[in-house]
C-alpha cells in the first residue's frame, strides 16, 4: 500500500489531536527523503515547510520536548526549510546528510532505539546508531547527525555566517 499525502497529514492530524497535554513521545519516519521534503511511495512530497506546520502543534502540546527521527535520504534539508520567526517544530531532529541504504537504516536504527531508554537522554542512543553506522561512536563526520532547535536557531542567526548583512563586515 502506497501511503498518499492526504493521509500522511491525516495521521499527523490525528496524533495532534489525540495526545494528551504534556505527552512526551518521539516520532521516527522512514520514507523516501528529497531536497524538497518528505517523499512519499505515491510519488507526493509533503515540504518541508507543510512538514514543520504539522509537527508544530504537536510540539506545542509536548512543551517543545518532541525529537524526530528522520530516517531517510537527504534528511538534512530539512534545516533549510526552518523558520525561525515561527515556533519550532521540535525539540531535536535526528537526520542524515547522505543516501542511506535500506540495510543501513534498519541496523542502525534497531541499534539507536534499543539503547534509547531515556526520551530525554538519547546521547547513547546516538553513540550506538553512530557505531553500527560508521564504525565508531564518535565519528568526526557523522553519517546520521542530531542538532538541537537552539543550535538550528544559532547557526541560522550567526552573524560571523553572514557578516555583511548582519553589520558586523570589519
Given amino acids: 500500500m502506497h501511503i498518499q499525502k492526504k493521509d500522511f497529514i491525516k495521521i499527523l492530524k490525528e496524533i495532534e489531536l489525540k495526545m494528551k497535554n504534556d505527552e ?26 507543510e512538514f514543520h506546520n504539522y509537527l508544530r502543534p504537536i510540539n506545542e502540546k509536548m512543551n517543545n520536548l518532541l525529537l524526530v527521527v528522520l530516517g531517510m535520504c537527504k534528511g538534512a534539508a530539512v534545516l533549510s526549510y526552518i523558520e525561525p520567526q515561527k515556533r519550532a517544530p521540535f525539540l531535536a531532529i535526528i537526520g542524515s546528510h547522505r543516501n542511506l541504504l535500506v540495510d543501513e537504516v534498519a541496523r542502525g536504527f534497531a541499534a539507536f532505539f534499543t539503547e534509547y531508554t531515556d526520551l530525554l537522554d538519547i546521547s547513547k542512543g546516538m553513540r550506538a546508531l553512530n557505531k553500527e553506522i560508521d564504525g565508531v561512536e564518535n565519528p568526526t563526520n557523522p553519517t546520521l547527525w542530531c ?11 550567526n552573524p560571523n555566517r553572514d557578516p555583511m548583512h548582519f553589520g558586523v563586515a570589519n
Fill in 24 to 49: 512526551i513521545f518521539t516520532l521516527h519516519f522512514e520514507t523516501h527523503g528529497e531536497e524538497q521534503g518528505v517523499g512519499l511511495a505515491s510519488d507526493e512530497i509533503i515540504t518541508w515547510e
Fill in 147 to 157: 542538532f538541537h532547535n537552539e543550535y538550528i536557531f544559532d547557526a541560522i542567526f
